[in-house]
């Protein structure tokens, strides 16, 4: 191709308002980098929001309510994010979310300076809501790519975790040792400064402004809502997002129960992050080769192993080999169920449609991560590992049944 015709190209791109490839690639980095930086804040709540929330909590049963009330910013927040993305183009979803991520850092540190338990709960709150916009950069990234890349893209994106992964346990280990006392407030502070460098990078993407037809939204969301393809993706993304929060909210905690210092829950904590985003730069590829649903299926089945693993004793090494078994597990599932989303929707539709689905994952999520702290406190670790098997067996038979519907109607076309 001659320059003059990559130009024009590209100038058709402009004017279908869809972004050229040299957009794409550079909204596919941007969202990659900023997942980076923004994967960091989850990781820094889930890191110490029990140990901060048992240190400021009235009552030891409380010790989770932070990490619980996360996530329930997270299923709050979706449904907002989405109608803000739908209404002024996903741009600005991202700058409100990281601007709730600084929030979060600077509301925390001035919960830990006066030790208010009741103010970090809202502080991270706002960092559930962070949590929830940096998920729909997977989305983002489908939205401008090709048909048959859009898995790939997604799954570039989501590989920029592995990055949060090491930012943010090393971020919680280098402020313990700078700043010691009081516990944390540090770690806070860094983790502000962090969500406004991410803010800086999602400025340039460009991504186009949502369209009329666009902004009707399409069939009625309960026409697509109960679609069986529809509800076999949300529940496996349920389950895999679920689980992997239950677990893992539990799991520093339960380490420190068992006498492991603080340094191997943070430790067994970024090899979990790491081994949830690892896999991404070959689960989009997995997904175009062999198709969503055998890897979602994978993805439940490593699920079960990590607790079965946990099952088998309560050494750091059974609780790391847990937690990266988890996150492996996670991968599969959540990008696999991600891509099935993909099919069920229009693109006029996409916006809703996606957002529903986090509704409904984060929701659930909001009542696991509730159960699993008190679950933990009054049963054990051992019945935090157990119940997961429940919702797998769920997923499981819910993917059963779309293949027997898929396999009935290939027999009535025939």
Not at 17 to 43: D, F, H, M, Y
Not at 111 to 126: N, R, V
Not at 190 to 209: D, E
Not at 393 to 409: D, G, P
């Amino acid at each position: 191709m001659t320059a003059r015709n990559a130009r024009d190209s590209v100038t058709v791109d402009k004017s279908s308002g869809k972004p050229s490839e040299r957009e794409q690639r550079s909204n596919i980095w941007r969202l990659t980098i900023a997942q980076a930086l923004s994967g960091a804040n989850s990781v820094v709540v889930y890191a110490t929001g029990a140990i901060v929330g048992n240190m400021l909590a009235p009552s030891p049963l409380l010790a989770t309510l932070p990490i619980s009330i996360f996530v329930v910013g997270m299923a709050v927040c979706t449904l907002p994010a989405g109608a803000i993305a739908g209404r002024y183009g996903r741009r600005a979803a991202f700058l409100a979310g990281t601007g709730a991520g600084v929030l979060t850092g600077i509301l925390s540190l001035l919960a830990i300076l006066a030790g208010w338990f009741w103010l970090f709960c809202l502080a991270t709150f706002f960092g559930g809501a962070y949590a929830a916009v940096v998920l729909s950069f997977r989305f983002a990234a489908a939205d401008a790519a090709a048909p048959q890349r859009k898995a790939q893209a997604m799954s570039m994106v989501m590989a920029g975790g592995v990055v949060a992964g090491v930012i943010g346990p090393q971020l919680v280990n280098w402020t313990i040792h700078h700043w010691p006392q009081p516990l944390y407030a540090a770690t806070f502070a860094a983790q502000a400064l962090v969500a406004a460098a991410a803010a800086v990078i999602l400025l340039g993407v460009q991504l186009p402004k949502p369209s009329n037809t666009e902004k009707a939204g399409g069939r009625p969301l309960a026409t697509i809502a109960l679609q069986p393809r529809f509800l076999v993706a949300v529940t496996s993304g349920a389950v895999s997002y679920t689980l992997m929060n239950f677990v893992m909210t539990a799991a520093p905690l339960a380490m420190h129960m068992h006498g492991h210092s603080h340094e191997s829950a943070n430790l067994g904590l970024q090899w979990h992050v790491i081994a949830m985003y690892a896999p991404s730069f070959f689960t989009g590829k997995l997904i175009t080769r062999f198709g969503a649903t055998p890897i979602t299926s994978l993805g439940l089945v490593l699920t079960g192993a990590s607790a079965a693993i946990g099952l088998a004793g309560a050494d750091v090494l059974h609780f790391w080999g847990t937690l990266i078994l988890l996150g492996i597990g996670w991968n599969f599932g959540f990008l696999g169920a991600s891509a099935l989303v993909l099919e069920c929707h229009q693109p006029e539709e996409k916006t809703q449609v996606q957002s529903l689905n986090d509704f409904i994952i984060f929701s659930l999520m909001a009542i696991a991560s509730f159960a699993s702290g008190g679950i933990l406190s009054v049963y054990g670790w051992n019945t935090v590992l157990a119940v997961s098997f429940t919702p797998l067996a769920l997923a499981a038979f819910a993917m059963l049944l779309l293949k027997v519907q898929k396999s009935t109607a290939a027999k009535r076309d025939s």
